[in-house]
């Protein structure tokens, strides 16, 4: 596999919290002196609830975070509208942008164009076009790459939109990819196409719970586990991904987790 992953294991989401929270201000400091923003893409699921655990339960003032200065996209999103209770917008506007404190600075936060919710593919090259404009126009790159990726794990080892043997697997060229047959539903989506969501600066996998435990033996002990779309991300990316878990996650995982702090 080349350099693993890290896979950072504690015994629950409220120890797991603090060093997600120093993983991601690590990232946010590197981007910021590198080209003074910091973009990330988060995906849905349990996600947002963790990483607002992580960022803002922090007390007595927090000077860490310098939200003007992040732009939040959207690893993937269900095609629907903005207040959806399907919606990963809402999801994470929720979760996480309501509670911001003021003083704390407000994200630029890049939601899908709901004007195509009934062409998929349009909306897929359109978010494409708002990360071309964040992206390109700044460092001219061919394929975008995410200061981090905050990313979840689905019980088939999905990430993203991105299943199990799907043909979207195959994708070299497109940057944002529609799916109209999602196993888990709702079925029409978009989601980062598996180039962008490997080549992620950092990419943070958050994955809790003992329904996980099944799924991260055959990703992380299996080699068939490693043509799972969470697999194939930990190959390509190898040690630029840290994976977040809580003990029930990992029980009876062979591949060696660090316990504790980072
Ligand atoms: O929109 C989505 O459906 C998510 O982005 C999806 O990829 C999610 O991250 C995984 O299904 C894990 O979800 P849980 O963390 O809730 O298990």
Redesign the pocket.
């Known amino acids: 596999m080349g350099k693993p992953p890290n896979l950072y294991a504690f015994p629950g989401t409220d120890e797991l919290a603090p060093s997600l929270r120093a993983f991601v201000i690590d990232a946010q400091n590197t981007a910021l002196e590198r080209h003074n923003i910091f973009r990330v893409g988060v995906?849905?699921?349990?996600?947002p609830k963790v990483l607002a655990k992580a960022l803002l339960e922090k007390k007595n003032g927090d000077n860490e975070l310098d939200f003007d200065r992040w732009e939040i996209f959207f690893?993937?999103?269900?095609a629907v509208p903005l207040d959806h209770e399907d919606s990963?917008y809402r999801l994470v506007k929720e979760e996480l942008l309501d509670k911001i404190p003021a003083e704390m600075g407000s994200p630029t936060v890049f939601p899908i164009d709901v004007r195509y919710l009934d062409d998929i593919q349009e909306m897929a090259d359109q978010y494409e076009q708002t990360l071309v404009k964040s992206f390109a126009a700044r460092d001219s790159v061919k394929i975008p790459m995410f200061d981090l990726l905050l990313?979840?794990?689905?019980?088939d080892g999905?990430?993203?939109?991105l299943f199990p043997g799907s043909p979207l697997l195959r994708e070299t060229e497109a940057w944002v990819l529609p799916i109209s047959d999602?196993p888990?539903p709702p079925p029409k989506?978009i989601t980062l196409s598996l180039p962008v969501a490997s080549h992620g600066i950092k990419i943070g996998f958050?994955?809790?719970?003992g329904?996980?435990k099944e799924i991260m033996k055959q990703i992380f002990d299996t080699e068939e586990g490693h043509q799972l779309p969470c697999g194939l991300i930990n190959t390509f990316a190898q040690d630029r991904v840290s994976w977040f878990v809580d003990y029930p996650a990992v029980e009876g995982v062979s591949f060696p987790s660090r316990r504790g702090n980072l």
């Open positions: 995906s849905g699921g349990s996600l690893a993937d999103e269900r990963n990313l979840g794990c689905g019980p999905h990430t993203c939109s999602s888990k989506r958050i994955a809790t719970g329904g996980k």
